[in-house]
């Protein structure tokens, strides 16, 4: 049982570094949604394709974890 609780919490908290990471350096604040690319140094890169599967997975991501924890 104790095995669970570890794994869960390791779970957690590699979904909130994810999320974070998506929150920080994702949103495209002029335009919306989000970035369609980004380079190594975590910047957007102009004109990339803003995907609609993309932008809807994040989305989707971020509704999932919020139902999983508020």
Known sequence: M???????SEFRE????ILDYW???TPDREQGGFYGRL??????????VKGAVL???ILWSFSAAYG???
């Open 2 to 8: 104790e095995n669970n609780a570890v794994l869960r």
């Open 23 to 25: 929150a920080l350096f």
């Open 14 to 17: 590699e979904l909130k570094r």
């Open 55 to 57: 932008n809807a997975r």
């Open 39 to 48: 380079n190594n140094a975590n910047e957007a890169i102009p004109g990339a």
């Open 68 to 70: 999983l924890e508020p």
